[in-house]
């Protein structure tokens, strides 16, 4: 079994910054791709960014790009998202997920919340 425990959401102005963490603990040796979703108040839940299992891709939503960045450090098992210039939209709870021995998402983290206010 793996576990994922997300970390660092909070309260924050718009254009501060943000980092969140995600802790992969158990059986992490078969955790390919690891991504974060958010979801807001009355949304469904949508794809923020990925990066794979040797970091050296990623990929993020149009509405981030440019302003948060994802890495891994895999000797730690723990993913990150760096977030810049945030917005009020960017207002959400923050879902870490991971691809263990699958080509889909199917572990889930139990969520952050990240409010940003104007």
């Known amino acids: 079994q793996v576990q994922l425990v997300e970390s660092g959401g909070g309260l924050v102005q718009a254009g501060a910054s943000l980092r969140l963490s995600c802790a992969a603990s158990?059986?992490?040796?078969?955790?390919?791709?690891m991504g974060w979703f958010r979801q807001a108040p009355g949304k469904e839940r949508e794809f923020v960014s990925s990066?794979?299992?040797?970091?050296?891709?990623?990929t993020y939503a149009d509405s981030v790009k440019g302003r948060f960045t994802i890495s891994r450090d895999n000797a730690k098992n723990t993913v990150y998202l760096q977030m810049n210039s945030l917005k009020s939209e960017d207002t959400a709870v923050y879902y870490c997920?991971?691809?263990?021995?699958?080509?889909?998402?199917?572990?889930w983290g139990q969520g952050t919340q990240v409010t940003v206010s104007s």
């Open positions: 158990g059986r992490t040796g078969g955790i390919f791709d």
């Open positions: 997920a991971a691809k263990i021995f699958a080509t889909s998402y199917n572990k």
């Open positions: 990066i794979a299992r040797n970091g050296g891709s990623t």
